[in-house]
């Protein structure tokens, strides 16, 4: 039995009845996806034969190494974005943006206000919170919804798929092994093409073909905040959304200079300054200069209840990428990765494009990006790791095709799907004529940049 544990076909077939397992019990039983996770990498343990007391500490491995890193990173974003939520943060983003873009251009300033307010904020949080901004402005200009509503959308979305500190590039990143710092810059890089030519100028042919009416939801709520001396200044809000950015480019500039001979690597000064820009210390200083800044207007008892209230719903997101690192550990102890790596040798597949494939064939199986990422990238972490040749770009490159094949196709079974419908009180047909291939668009540019960086760089 043991012989047969180890062998190649074997651990494939289990890989196979997991991922099958996984689909099944969070798709047709509605198990949750941390339940589901848990349950099945503790299977696949037991049936690759893992000695039963190797089999908890595999798991514990993975599940604790993913979330030493993604817990602190997605916990410090979350209270940053709620802070800048609850001032006003995105109201005073957008108006100030439309202001200097003028009315043509409100659609190109509200996606490029969601840009910079996607950088500390999950998704679906900040479409709720620019929802009745989108709505006022078209109510105010005309035309559809969708116009200024589907770049704002695209934005959070290529935010939240491809940069820090959101859960599933950093995941992605422990689990390959990529630089944080880097990941940031190359995200940022690819995030911004892919949001223009994905989501704004898709948005706006959108606007000229599907003229929904405005969301009742939304009619009413026109203004957010009462008191416009209450909101904080533009400034404020640009200098705290850009402050972690800066703290964490000045770790990879430095290193890069040093790598360089230019700087000494080894200066105490430069050390320091190194650990300043790494993303969880950039991330805490960020967060002291918001309770700083907002502390005299609001005072702290309401700014550590805000804190408080950011981290409740974020829970069931760093459990499940904390058990798809569990998943990954299993897999890495099993051997499944090592087999996997050695099929894919002999298929001549590259692997930017292995990785992107399994991340699609996840991500429309069982419809949660984050499942599809942090599984992918368990599988694909043994095959990376045997890869000779990889830089520390193609390390990026290969957690952005993850994640472009978690994007792409968001049907029936994404949350996202359902939340970007009821909110725009769009049909199913219409959502998947708007949504879906704009989402199938993002991924796919992301993955085409990455995958043609990676073969000339």
Same mark, same amino acid.
């Given at each position: 039995? /043991? +012989?047969?544990?180890?062998?190649?076909?074997?651990?494939?077939?289990?890989?196979?009845?997991?991922?099958?397992?996984?689909?099944?019990?969070?798709?047709?039983?509605?198990?949750?996806?941390?339940?589901?996770?848990?349950?099945?990498?503790?299977?696949?343990?037991?049936?690759?034969?893992?000695?039963?007391?190797?089999?908890?500490?595999?798991?514990?491995?993975?599940?604790?190494?993913?979330?030493?890193?993604?817990?602190?990173?997605?916990?410090?974003?979350?209270?940053?974005?709620?802070?800048?939520?609850?001032?006003?943060?995105?109201?005073?983003?957008?108006?100030?943006?439309?202001?200097?873009?003028?009315? +043509?251009?409100? %659609?190109?300033?509200?996606?490029?206000?969601?840009?910079?307010?996607?950088?500390?904020?999950?998704?679906?949080?900040?479409?709720?919170?620019?929802?009745?901004?989108?709505? $006022?402005?078209?109510?105010?200009?005309?035309?559809?919804?969708?116009?200024?509503?589907?770049?704002?959308?695209?934005?959070?979305? @290529?935010?939240?798929?491809?940069?820090? %500190?959101?859960?599933?590039?950093?995941?992605?990143?422990?689990?390959?092994?990529?630089?944080?710092?880097?990941?940031?810059?190359?995200?940022?890089?690819?995030?911004?093409?892919?949001?223009?030519?994905?989501?704004?100028?898709?948005?706006?042919?959108?606007?000229?073909?599907?003229?929904?009416?405005?969301?009742?939801?939304?009619?009413?709520?026109?203004?957010?905040?009462?008191?416009?001396?209450?909101?904080?200044?533009?400034?404020?809000?640009?200098?705290?959304? @850009?402050?972690?950015?800066?703290?964490?480019?000045?770790?990879?500039?430095?290193?890069?200079?040093?790598?360089?001979?230019?700087?000494?690597?080894?200066?105490?000064?430069?050390?320091?300054?190194?650990?300043?820009?790494?993303?969880?210390?950039?991330?805490?200083?960020?967060?002291?200069?918001?309770?700083?800044?907002?502390?005299?207007?609001?005072?702290?008892?309401?700014? /550590?209840?805000?804190?408080?209230?950011?981290?409740?719903?974020?829970?069931?997101?760093?459990?499940?990428?904390?058990?798809?690192?569990?998943?990954?550990?299993?897999?890495?102890?099993?051997?499944?990765?090592?087999?996997?790596?050695?099929?894919?040798?002999?298929?001549?597949?590259?692997?930017?494009?292995?990785?992107? @494939?399994? $991340?699609?064939?996840?991500?429309?199986?069982?419809? $949660?990006?984050?499942?599809?990422?942090?599984?992918?990238?368990?599988?694909?972490?043994?095959?990376?790791?045997?890869?000779?040749?990889?830089? /520390?770009?193609?390390?990026?490159?290969?957690?952005?095709?993850?994640?472009?094949?978690?994007?792409?196709?968001?049907?029936?079974?994404?949350?996202?799907?359902?939340?970007? $419908?009821?909110?725009?009180?769009?049909?199913?047909?219409?959502?998947?004529?708007?949504?879906?291939?704009?989402?199938?668009?993002?991924?796919?540019?992301?993955?085409?940049?990455?995958?043609?960086?990676?073969?000339?760089?």
């Amino acid at each position: 039995m /043991e +012989q047969l544990a180890h062998s190649p076909t074997y651990l494939l077939l289990i890989a196979a009845c997991a991922i099958l397992a996984l689909l099944v019990l969070i798709m047709k039983l509605k198990v949750h996806a941390f339940a589901s996770l848990t349950l099945v990498s503790f299977g696949t343990a037991l049936a690759t034969g893992i000695p039963a007391e190797k089999v908890v500490p595999s798991m514990m491995s993975g599940f604790g190494g993913t979330l030493a890193s993604v817990a602190l990173l997605v916990g410090l974003g979350a209270m940053i974005g709620k802070i800048l939520e609850v001032t006003g943060g995105a109201k005073v983003l957008a108006d100030t943006l439309i202001g200097r873009f003028g009315e +043509q251009r409100a %659609p190109l300033a509200l996606g490029v206000a969601s840009l910079m307010f996607g950088f500390p904020i999950f998704f679906d949080a900040g479409l709720i919170v620019m929802m009745p901004i989108l709505f $006022s402005v078209a109510k105010r200009f005309g035309g559809s919804p969708l116009k200024y509503a589907l770049p704002a959308a695209g934005a959070f979305a @290529v935010m939240h798929a491809f940069v820090p %500190p959101h859960p599933g590039p950093v995941a992605a990143a422990e689990l390959l092994g990529a630089d944080i710092g880097l990941l940031l810059v190359v995200g940022l890089l690819v995030a911004i093409p892919t949001w223009y030519l994905g989501a704004y100028l898709f948005g706006l042919y959108c606007g000229e073909k599907f003229n929904i009416p405005l969301s009742k939801a939304f009619l009413n709520t026109e203004v957010m905040f009462k008191d416009p001396s209450d909101l904080p200044k533009f400034s404020t809000v640009l200098l705290i959304l @850009v402050l972690p950015v800066l703290l964490i480019f000045m770790d990879t500039g430095l290193n890069t200079l040093a790598v360089a001979g230019m700087i000494d690597g080894q200066n105490p000064l430069v050390g320091f300054l190194r650990m300043l820009g790494k993303t969880p210390i950039a991330l805490l200083i960020t967060l002291l200069v918001c309770l700083t800044t907002f502390a005299g207007k609001y005072g702290m008892s309401k700014l /550590e209840k805000l804190c408080t209230d950011a981290l409740a719903p974020i829970c069931a997101v760093i459990l499940v990428t904390g058990a798809g690192g569990m998943f990954g550990g299993v897999l890495r102890a099993s051997g499944i990765g090592q087999a996997l790596a050695d099929v894919l040798a002999h298929t001549g597949m590259p692997v930017i494009v292995a990785a992107f @494939v399994i $991340s699609t064939c996840l991500r429309v199986a069982q419809g $949660s990006a984050t499942v599809a990422l942090t599984t992918t990238a368990a599988l694909m972490a043994p095959i990376v790791s045997q890869t000779t040749g990889l830089s /520390e770009l193609d390390l990026c490159f290969i957690v952005i095709a993850i994640a472009g094949g978690a994007t792409v196709l968001s049907h029936f079974n994404d949350s996202g799907f359902w939340l970007v $419908s009821r909110l725009l009180e769009m049909d199913e047909k219409t959502t998947l004529k708007t949504w879906t291939v704009m989402e199938t668009l993002l991924g796919s540019i992301a993955f085409i940049i990455v995958a043609t960086l990676s073969f000339i760089l």
